[in-house]
């Protein structure tokens, strides 16, 4: 899978205004997540129904940043940059809350963070060769299925701990169906997060070498 329609000089001198809607959207959910986190770590089903609230308010300015600044024009490159900070900070913050509460194994929230951490790291270190690398199609894959894992793992299903602990079997038909949900969802997600994060390095390195040839 290829990514040249997502990397891109590094515009010096822009004509779009970096102050726009698309942008304090963006920073607006850098805003959200020590909310967030402070909501998680507050106890009882209201608390988490509201941190579930939050969550999708945040997740949902990150469709509507980029169809806002797509349709009018608005893309700059500290919104391309921002843009998947911001998603990463959000999802991560939710996977390591998930993990604290144990909703999720440790496993895979480490799993992510090395991905997205390293992802950012290559980001990084590309940005100071004055080349941005938006997402791609697969990463963006990958964000969706992992806020839509958060999601149902955030919502306090009336489940009895005590029958999930001795048989899962034992649940009543729809939890189990949660519970499958769930399962193939994270499945797909990790997949996602794996295999866009080797795209990722893959076209990383073949840039790397592009500059040290030019």
């Known amino acids: 899978m290829g990514m040249n329609d997502n990397v891109s000089r590094l515009e010096d001198a822009s004509h779009v205004p970096v102050v726009n809607v698309p942008n304090a959207l963006t920073v607006l959910r850098l805003v959200l997540v020590p909310v967030f986190v402070w909501l998680m770590l507050l106890d009882g089903t209201p608390m988490r129904w509201c941190a ?3 969550f999708c308010v945040a997740a949902a300015t990150d469709q509507l940043d980029g169809h806002i600044a797509r349709s009018r024009g608005l893309i700059t ?5 921002a843009d998947p900070i911001a998603d990463k900070a959000l999802t991560l913050s939710a996977f390591v809350m998930l993990s604290v509460d144990g909703l999720l194994p440790w496993w895979f929230t480490i799993i992510v963070a090395v991905r997205e951490l390293g992802i950012t790291w290559l980001r990084t270190v590309l940005l100071k060769r004055g080349i941005v690398v938006a997402a791609n199609m697969a990463g963006k894959l990958k964000t969706v299925l992992q806020m839509l894992l958060i999601v149902l793992t955030l919502i306090p299903w009336p489940m ?10 034992a649940l009543p038909a729809p939890m189990l169906a949660v519970q499958v949900v769930q399962l193939v969802v994270g499945v797909a997600a990790l997949i996602a997060t794996v295999w866009s994060g080797l795209a990722y390095v893959v076209e990383g390195a073949k840039l790397w070498r592009g500059i040290g040839a030019g």
């Open 52 to 54: 579930l609230a939050l």
């Open 160 to 169: 009895n701990p005590d029958s999930v602990a001795i048989w899962p079997l």
């Open 77 to 81: 490159d500290f919104g391309r940059i």
